[in-house]
């Protein structure tokens, strides 16, 4: 069965080589670029795993995590963060919120893969 | 005893005196006649009736005058000259004596008066030489002010209960302007803030200061001298309410037992630099962002254009386009943010290292509300240290525990402490339902506000200081226990050594500048009336009026005060103030005072005028001329503006009816020319609140001197003179 991934970003330049990226490696894509579009798809599309930024307009990335690992619908659903926000506090508050991974931009494809794979495999 | 009172009281006595006498001499007389001489003496008074009356009236009359130029000549003159060589003897040296009497009293006077130019002249060879020695030490000790002065610190020296003994000019520039002409705004600004105080000797500095910040400081300074350590400073950070942040430096005074005789506090104001800071790291914070999210769109899609070279060109143009928008934006990144970078100053909050165990138990030892609560010390290095601004931090930390009880509905009653990587993690954990993210963005935002005391940043602010942030986190899969988790980052060793204050010690003879005696005042004592006069602090005012009845609507239009403290004028330490009265100003007052109608326009109202003058005036003791008159004015007032003046009243006035009861003229003008004192602005509301200042300052050595020395004995030979009975 097709893997669905949620990717959650408010910029275009992250999310259409990303969007690629998944595409390319067999995944169900769909992007979403706010906080409350969010947590809309994650209802509908029950993604497996959900490519998270941080700095999102109204409702941010940590928020959306929080709603989502306290939904019992998404208990086995991943999520990483993708942050530009690399302090050791940033990444611990991602970890303390039940994130699955944190990942600090700029990233490279492989490591992305290579952590979505070994999540869901 | 008013003159003619005294003089009919001597009258009646000789009268009587006489009077028996002569009846005693006219019986005795009558007893030694027989019946026939009697008869005889009777007959010759009879035919003889108006010799006798007449020669009676006559007499009489010739002893009431005679009586009355003994007394004018001799005894009103003599009761002044014990009262005006009262005033050569101690006040004004270079008063002379000129009062109308007999040639014997005449003489008297100018004998007296002779001797006082000897005195004089005498006392003014021996100035001289106290004169030339004293300017020596003078000199060093105006290096001394000159210094404090100057310094760029602010700082305050208090005694050990907290009242300030001495402070320069930039500790006022940074805690207060009190001595500024108060503008419109600033009353406004002011309104309704009762514990905001001033700055001025005697004072409490407990008013600028919250007693807790300074308590902490001082327990500090003792914890380290019982420990013997080099430095014994303490730090902490003040934000006043303008949101200024003031590094406040406590050092100990310690007298020749080495017990505390009091303590210095140096103000540097580190606003700017916290600011700059504050822009630096922000700054610092979006460009990296900017950067790495620019950077991680280029990595991507470089990364794929290799991985496939073979994908379709519309999707290769897609990419390059991606590229070379994004290093556009980078290049003009580079070219405007980063040539404005400016050489910051480095954050300079003083924080201070302490073990995060210390921390946690000091915490738990200062919060009654988790004082039962559970720690547990779990996987942490137990020398483990973190940076804290003690004081600051444990209002957070309290104010976060209140909020959870008081909004969230829930109570902590665990602590644990864990220290993974270079984070230490403070967990308080209660069973309920967990914070959400936007709840506790909205704690972040507000003051810190406790029951007990506030803090004028905002959560987020103070934790920022910290580099360090509160954040949920749900415990166990069930989600029955929740925590905040406080991230403060570790420091691993000690980090460079402080900057080392040695301990002062006082020496033995006190340094002979401003009022360090003052260590060693009373004031200890509850009772203000049993205080002595030269003791107290008095604030010496005048009103200046539209008219002189009150109660027909009589308005005040000028407030003039200066303080008195420790017998001295505080020039520095005044209140002039133009007041708006709300009607107009009767021409025949402006006689008086010079004040238009014009010139009160826009100015503030009595009622606010009135609530400063109350601060102003607050715990010390009330002084005018007739004070009456100014008190009736202020009492009228009462209702409307809810402020009341409990403070202690003298007046000038009564007093000098105490000092010199044989005069009759007790109004300004004429006991500041008995007294000496140099009018420069009457009827000018401070001008005149200063020169009763020095009046009053004189009188209380004569005061003493007719065995009045407390307060309380002051009010009430106020009382018994006949001046007091005057009602407004």
Same mark, same amino acid.
């Given at each position: ?13 992250? +999310? ?10 067999? @995944? ?23 490519? *998270? ?69 | ?43 010759? @008074?009879?035919?003889?009736?108006? !010799? ?14 005679? %009586? ?81 002065? /100057? *310094? ?37 600004? /002011?309104?309704? +803030? ?54 406040? /430096? ?9 017990? @505390?005789?009091? @303590?210095? *506090? ?63 934006? %980078? ?19 003083? $924080? ?21 609560? *559970? ?83 905002? %959560? ?77 602090? !008095? ?67 009595? /009622? ?59 109004? $300004? ?58 009602? !407004?």
């Amino acid at each position: 069965m097709v893997k669905k991934i949620l990717i959650v970003d408010d910029e275009p330049s992250i +999310t259409v080589p990303l969007t690629f990226l998944m595409e390319q490696n067999h @995944f169900k894509v769909m992007v979403v670029h706010t906080g409350e579009d969010a947590l809309n798809a994650i209802d509908h599309f029950q993604p497996d795993l959900v490519l *998270l930024d941080v700095m999102l307009p109204t409702i941010d990335g940590f928020q959306v995590c929080q709603n989502l690992k306290s939904n019992p619908k998404c208990t086995t659903t991943k999520v990483i963060f993708l942050s530009a926000m690399t302090r050791d506090i940033d990444l611990a508050k991602g970890n303390t919120l039940g994130a699955d991974a944190y990942i600090t931009k700029p990233f490279s494809n492989a490591d992305v893969v290579k952590q979505i794979i070994d999540l869901l495999f | 005893m008013k003159q003619e009172n005294k003089f009919w009281l001597f009258a009646i006595a000789c009268t009587l005196f006489t009077t028996t006498i002569v009846v005693s001499l006219a019986v005795l007389f009558r007893r030694q006649l027989d019946p026939h001489q009697h008869q005889i003496l009777i007959e010759i @008074f009879k035919t003889q009736f108006w !010799y006798f009356f007449s020669t009676g009236v006559f007499l009489s009359a010739a002893f009431g005058f005679t %009586l009355d130029w003994f007394f004018r000549f001799y005894i009103i003159p003599l009761n002044q000259l014990i009262d005006e060589t009262r005033v050569m003897n101690t006040v004004n040296p270079v008063h002379r004596i000129k009062i109308d009497g007999s040639r014997e009293v005449k003489t008297l006077a100018e004998l007296i008066n002779s001797l006082g130019d000897q005195c004089e002249a005498a006392k003014h060879n021996l100035d001289q030489t106290i004169e030339s020695a004293k300017a020596k030490t003078e000199a060093e000790k105006n290096i001394l002010a000159t210094i404090m002065a /100057e *310094l760029t610190q602010g700082a305050l020296i208090c005694d050990t209960v907290g009242r300030i003994l001495l402070y320069n000019r930039e500790a006022q520039r940074v805690l207060n302007k009190v001595q500024q002409p108060i503008e419109e705004d600033r009353l406004e600004d /002011e309104k309704g +803030t009762e514990t905001d105080g001033f700055i001025g000797l005697y004072r409490s500095v407990y008013s600028l200061i919250d007693i807790e910040l300074v308590q902490h400081a001082l327990k500090d300074i003792q914890r380290k001298m019982n420990e013997k350590k080099e430095s014994v400073s303490s730090h902490f950070v003040l934000v006043t309410r303008e949101r200024r942040r003031l590094r406040v /430096e406590t050092l100990p005074i310690l007298d020749e037992d080495k017990c @505390f005789a009091g @303590f210095v *506090l140096l103000f540097t104001d580190i606003t700017h630099e916290l600011e700059q800071a504050d822009q630096l790291d922000s700054y610092l914070k979006k460009m990296a962002k900017s950067l790495r999210s620019r950077i991680a769109a280029i990595r991507s899609v470089v990364d794929l254009m290799i991985q496939f070279p073979e994908m379709e060109s519309r999707e290769k143009e897609d990419f390059l386009g991606i590229i070379a928008s994004e290093t556009e934006i %980078l290049s003009r990144l580079l070219d405007t943010k980063l040539n404005r970078t400016n050489h910051y100053a480095k954050s300079s909050w003083p $924080l201070s290292p302490i073990l995060a165990t210390d921390f946690v138990l000091t915490l738990k030892s200062e919060s009654i509300a988790i004082s039962n609560m *559970l720690v547990e010390v779990a996987y942490c290095d137990s020398r483990c240290m973190i940076l804290v601004d003690h004081y600051s931090l444990v209002l957070a930390l309290q104010f976060v525990l209140e909020c959870l009880k008081k909004e969230w509905g829930v109570t902590c009653n665990r602590i644990r402490l864990t220290a993974p990587g270079n984070l230490v993690q403070m967990d308080f954990i209660w069973q309920g339902a967990p914070v959400t993210i936007e709840t506790l963005r909205q704690w972040n935002e507000r003051s810190i506000i406790l029951p007990k005391s506030e803090y004028p940043l905002s %959560l987020k602010e103070l934790l920022a200081h910290h580099n360090a942030e509160i954040w949920p986190h749900t415990e166990d899969p069930s989600g029955n226990e929740n925590c905040l988790r406080l991230f403060i980052p570790r420091v691993n060793s000690k980090r460079e050594k402080e900057d080392v204050r040695k301990v002062a010690v006082l020496p033995k003879s006190r340094p002979d500048f401003y009022d360090f005696d003052l260590f060693n005042q009373a004031g200890q004592t509850p009772e203000i009336e049993a205080r002595l006069l030269g003791a107290l602090t !008095y604030t010496i005012f005048d009103t200046e009026t539209t008219g002189l009845d009150p109660r027909s609507g009589d308005e005040i239009i000028s407030i003039g005060a200066i303080r008195v403290v420790n017998g001295r004028l505080l020039h520095t330490e005044t209140i002039h103030q133009l007041v708006d009265p709300n009607r107009l100003i009767p021409p025949e007052s402006y006689k008086f005072h010079g004040i238009t109608d014009k010139m009160v326009k826009g100015k503030p109202t009595i /009622e606010k005028t009135l609530s400063f003058f109350h601060r102003f005036a607050k715990n010390t003791v009330l002084v005018a001329h007739n004070a009456a008159f100014d008190m009736r004015m202020l009492q009228m007032k009462e209702k409307k503006t809810g402020i009341r003046f409990i403070n202690p009243v003298l007046d000038t006035m009564h007093l000098s009816a105490v000092l010199h009861p044989s005069h009759q003229d007790h109004d $300004l003008d004429a006991i500041c020319q008995r007294f000496g004192v140099r009018i420069t602005k009457r009827h000018d509301a401070l001008g005149d609140a200063i020169v009763t200042g020095e009046v009053f300052l004189k009188m209380i050595p004569l005061l003493n001197n007719k065995g009045i020395f407390t307060l309380k004995e002051a009010l009430v030979a106020s009382q018994r003179t006949y001046y007091a009975k005057k009602k !407004y």
